[in-house]
């Protein structure tokens, strides 16, 4: 199997990744060419349909052909009959509940039409593959939703979907979608939707116990990296930003110039912007401590792209993110972030997270 020769801005990164198979690329790509069936594996994929040259060539095509043709049965060809799904909104196991979702949401929003923006990945054909869809969409509230009755109002969103696939079957799924910027688009309030769904308790919920900010009464010693690899890099960074709260050290990391765009919409370019934004989070959560729980990553025409899906959790205080919200109840604000790297530095990160599903757990304790 061929493998990825270094390129020049590989050689700049502040970490190592190891060689693996060069496979399809999304990014600057004609999106008409990625719905072609490719004649030819690019990796090797026991028990995959015939048609798909990767992974990444699987997510994209079976996502364009559930939302984008309404070929909504093919989940049932895709999805593993017992798959879980975990979002903020609680705990789905098994296919008929994907598919009935789907069924509601594209009623709800028609038209919709969608955009690629980068797929991570790793594992292999025998333990399954991980991959981290980040993508926007675009589509008119033209029926009833779980928002409410239509507005007619255009929205646009960004969502991440981290998939275990093994042997042409989704068994696992994390899904964060950008609700926050959807119900502001739809002109509905955010508490009010969030005490609405705040009412009706899913059947199966996430729990997590996750550690204080101190250790015993002293403050947690900062995380040190155990290699040269991309995860070390990623834990590190998030730990000295997040749970050391040195957010002078930004720069260290991010370009000068770098943007990040974020949950609810917000947009913020910069380092003093985006440390205004991370400040805005944690206003809201000040005792917060910032778990990561996976890391893989892409190396796409424009560079290296860092996927991370992380968790915030601690006790809620209101003024910030949240606004108005009930002080002192337990937050888990479930996030992912995609980074693109030039060089040794962050130039572009989408850093995903839905506060509607926090808000709403925030009025459920």
């Known amino acids: 199997m061929t493998q990825i020769k270094s390129s020049p801005a590989q050689s700049e990164l502040p970490f190592t990744l190891p060689p693996r198979p060069p496979i ?19 990796q090797p994929m026991a028990g995959f349909e015939d048609g798909y040259a990767d992974i990444v060539d699987f997510i994209v095509r079976i996502t364009e052909e559930i939302w984008v043709d309404r070929a909504v049965g093919r989940i049932y060809e895709t999805y593993d009959h017992a798959c879980t799904i975990y979002s903020p909104y609680g705990v789905v196991r098994s296919v008929q509940e994907v598919v009935a979702s789907t069924v509601m949401t594209l009623n709800g929003f ?3 039409e969608l955009h690629h923006v980068n797929v991570a990945w790793d594992g292999d054909e025998e333990q399954g593959f991980y991959t981290s869809h980040l993508g926007y969409s675009r589509s008119t509230n033209l029926g009833a939703s779980s928002w409410g009755p239509p507005t007619g109002k255009r929205i646009g969103v960004h969502f991440v979907a981290d998939c275990v696939t093994r042997g042409n079957f989704v068994h696992t799924e994390w899904l964060v979608r950008d609700n926050g910027a959807a119900v502001r688009q739809l002109g509905l309030d ?4 969030a005490r609405r769904i705040a009412q009706n308790k899913p059947a199966s919920q996430l729990v997590h116990s996750s550690p204080t900010p101190l250790l015993g009464q002293a403050p947690r010693p900062a995380l040190q990296a155990a290699d ?3 995860e070390s890099w990623a834990r590190v960074m998030f730990d000295q930003l997040w749970n050391q709260r040195r957010l002078d050290r930004l720069g260290q990391y991010f370009s000068t110039d770098s943007i990040c765009h ?10 003093r912007n985006q440390q205004a934004l991370m400040l805005l989070i944690l206003g809201a959560v000040p005792d917060a401590v910032m778990q990561v729980d996976k890391v893989t990553w892409s190396d ?19 003024g910030a993110l949240f606004g108005d919200c009930p002080a002192n109840k337990p937050v888990l604000l479930n996030g992912m972030s995609h980074l693109r790297l030039n060089g040794a530095r962050v130039v572009e ?8 599903g926090a808000l709403a757990g925030i009025y459920r304790a």
């Open 262 to 271: 974020a949950g609810g919409g917000r947009v913020a370019a910069g380092l």
């Open 228 to 230: 040269n690899g991309v």
């Open 110 to 112: 028609p038209d919709g």
């Open 190 to 193: 955010a508490h009010e939707v």
């Open 24 to 42: 399809t690329r999304i990014r600057q790509v004609d999106p008409m060419s990625l719905r072609a069936h490719k004649p030819a594996r690019l």
């Open 349 to 356: 990160h989408w850093m995903i997270f839905d506060e509607i």
């Open 300 to 318: 796409e025409t424009d560079g290296v792209i860092v996927a991370v899906r992380w968790r915030l959790e601690g006790s809620s205080q209101p």
